[in-house]
């Protein structure tokens, strides 16, 4: 069977303060400020995409920030933990930073014997891990906040929390191209390349309370596709589990198709084309406001309600 699904394209994620965000993201961790759109289903609020200098699929985490959202809590079918991947060298660089600019966190763990990992949350309690290897083959922002050295690569890990993993892991690995590489106690990884940027950790963890909507969670996880037409593939899969995925929406930088996976947690497949450049250049990404052609007429008024993006990069240098 041909292999429709390569790895991680994105996790978005609820916020409730677009400046703190901003500031936690892009200041503190240094991450490449993307994209600065609208929600597409709700333009009065700002999707903004955080990823490496490109943007590419498994580096971007987004968010939604609804000024004053009420928080949500951490639990059972949901995607609790997004883990960046660093150097095991940037230990030391890392627990200063986080030191620096106040942001708690646990002390270093170790995880399947080659892991070095440190738990933290976002102002809205967004739990986020540093997972420091020797793995990664990618590069950090050059221009960023943080020497390229220590920058963050993407992605290491997803996790999320099941009553049972057995169901979610015969999605993975029957419609969606994953197989098991690695288990240690409750926690079982799959994978659709064998690299950071693209491990599923599932959990089992049935102890837990239900994981609820709100800032401070995920939205949803997404997975990506080469194009519209392994997409078209992987929808047709999915349509024979009787997960009923949506039709083929156009997110304008990557089309995508939404599930929900039996644990509870909304999936979503994106291809990756057109990708970030479509509607700005490279070198230039995140630094205006982009509109859909839909939105294109409203962008007076829209641009009113969202007010302007701000931040002081000098200060997280
Ligand atoms: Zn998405």
Same mark, same amino acid.
């Given at each position: 069977?041909?292999? &429709?699904?390569?790895?991680?394209?994105?996790?978005?994620?609820?916020?409730?303060?677009?400046?703190?965000?901003?500031?936690? @993201?892009?200041?503190?961790?240094?991450?490449?400020?993307?994209?600065?759109?609208?929600?597409?289903?709700?333009?009065?609020?700002?999707?903004?995409? @955080?990823?490496?200098?490109?943007?590419?699929?498994?580096?971007?985490?987004?968010? *939604?920030?609804?000024? /004053?959202?009420?928080?949500?809590?951490?639990?059972?079918?949901?995607?609790?933990?997004?883990? *960046?991947?660093?150097?095991?060298?940037?230990?030391?660089?890392?627990? +200063?930073?986080?030191?620096?600019?106040?942001?708690?966190?646990?002390?270093?763990?170790?995880?399947? /014997?080659?892991?070095?990992?440190? @738990?933290?949350?976002?102002?809205?309690?967004?739990?986020?891990? &540093?997972? *420091? =290897?020797?793995?990664?083959?990618?590069?950090?922002?050059?221009?960023?906040?943080?020497?390229? +050295?220590?920058?963050?690569?993407?992605?290491?890990?997803?996790?999320?929390?099941? +009553?049972?993993?057995?169901?979610?892991?015969? &999605?993975?690995?029957?419609?969606?191209?994953?197989?098991?590489?690695?288990?240690? =106690?409750?926690?079982?990884?799959?994978?659709?390349?064998?690299?950071?940027?693209? @491990?599923?950790?599932?959990?089992?963890?049935?102890? =837990?309370? $239900?994981?609820?909507?709100?800032? /401070?969670?995920?939205?949803?996880?997404?997975?990506?596709?080469?194009?519209?037409?392994?997409?078209?593939?992987?929808?047709?899969?999915?349509?024979?589990?009787?997960?009923?995925?949506?039709?083929?929406?156009?997110?304008?930088?990557?089309?995508?198709?939404?599930?929900?996976?039996?644990?509870?947690?909304?999936?979503?497949?994106?291809?990756?084309?057109?990708?970030?450049?479509?509607?700005?250049?490279?070198?230039?990404?995140?630094?205006?406001?982009? &509109?859909?052609?839909?939105?294109?007429?409203?962008?007076?008024?829209?641009? $009113?309600?969202?007010?302007?993006?701000?931040?002081?990069?000098?200060?997280?240098?």
């Amino acid at each position: 069977m041909e292999q &429709l699904i390569r790895g991680i394209h994105h996790v978005t994620a609820i916020a409730a303060d677009t400046t703190k965000n901003l500031e936690f @993201y892009a200041g503190i961790l240094g991450l490449r400020l993307v994209k600065q759109t609208v929600n597409f289903d709700a333009p009065e609020v700002y999707h903004l995409y @955080y990823g490496d200098e490109a943007g590419q699929p498994g580096t971007i985490l987004t968010f *939604f920030p609804y000024g /004053g959202l009420r928080n949500g809590r951490h639990g059972k079918g949901m995607l609790n933990t997004t883990a *960046f991947s660093l150097p095991s060298a940037s230990v030391g660089y890392w627990t +200063e930073r986080l030191k620096r600019f106040n942001v708690p966190f646990k002390p270093p763990a170790e995880r399947f /014997g080659e892991e070095t990992v440190i @738990y933290f949350e976002d102002a809205d309690g967004l739990g986020l891990e &540093l997972v *420091f =290897s020797d793995k990664d083959q990618r590069k950090g922002w050059s221009y960023g906040p943080v020497p390229q +050295e220590h920058a963050i690569r993407g992605f290491y890990n997803v996790e999320i929390w099941e +009553e049972g993993y057995e169901r979610t892991a015969g &999605l993975l690995t029957e419609q969606l191209d994953h197989r098991l590489i690695a288990e240690r =106690s409750n926690r079982f990884r799959f994978a659709a390349a064998d690299s950071p940027g693209n @491990y599923i950790d599932l959990v089992c963890a049935p102890d =837990s309370l $239900k994981g609820l909507a709100g800032s /401070g969670t995920v939205h949803h996880l997404a997975f990506r596709t080469p194009d519209k037409d392994t997409q078209l593939q992987v929808r047709e899969r999915i349509v024979k589990r009787m997960l009923n995925p949506t039709p083929v929406l156009d997110r304008n930088y990557f089309t995508s198709i939404y599930f929900r996976e039996p644990g509870g947690v909304l999936f979503e497949v994106a291809t990756d084309v057109p990708g970030f450049a479509a509607d700005e250049p490279a070198d230039r990404l995140g630094e205006s406001l982009q &509109l859909p052609s839909w939105f294109e007429k409203d962008r007076a008024e829209l641009e $009113k309600k969202l007010g302007p993006l701000a931040y002081n990069m000098e200060h997280y240098k």
